[in-house]
């Protein structure tokens, strides 16, 4: 079983920054892409971003490319999420997930087999 906490969420003012951080924990913990996605009230879950954790190559959505940056520490099996320049539109739940092995695209949620409990982010204009 793996487990993973998010922490880092908040309320920003527009433009402002934040970083959510999440960390992994259990005995089996094993990744191949780590990645944030984002649910707004009344909308679908999203991809935001992705990294692969063997070589960190990153990926995102077209809509935070230039503000967002997806990082990892290898030793403290964490991931983070860098958010500049936010937008009220950047307001969302954001939760991190794991996909243990190559089970398909980092971009679809359903590819993912562990989520943390989500942190709350509030961007106001």
């Known amino acids: 079983q793996v487990q993973l906490v998010e922490s880092g969420g908040g309320l920003v003012q527009a433009g402002g920054s934040l970083r959510l951080s999440c960390a992994a924990s259990?005995?089996?913990?094993?990744?191949?892409?780590m990645g944030w996605f984002r649910q707004a009230p009344g909308k679908e879950r999203e991809f935001v971003a992705a990294?692969?954790?063997?070589?960190?190559?990153?990926y995102y959505r077209n809509s935070v490319k230039g503000r967002f940056t997806i990082s990892r520490d290898n030793v403290k099996n964490t991931v983070y999420l860098q958010m500049n320049s936010l937008k009220p539109e950047d307001t969302a739940v954001y939760y991190c997930?794991?996909?243990?092995?190559?089970?398909?695209?980092?971009?679809?949620?359903?590819?993912?087999?562990?989520w943390g409990q989500g942190t709350q982010v509030t961007v106001s204009s």
């Open positions: 997930a794991v996909q243990s092995y190559y089970s398909g695209s980092y971009y679809y949620s359903g590819n993912y087999d562990y």
């Open positions: 259990g005995r089996t913990f094993s990744s191949y892409y």
């Open positions: 990294i692969r954790w063997s070589g960190g190559s990153t």
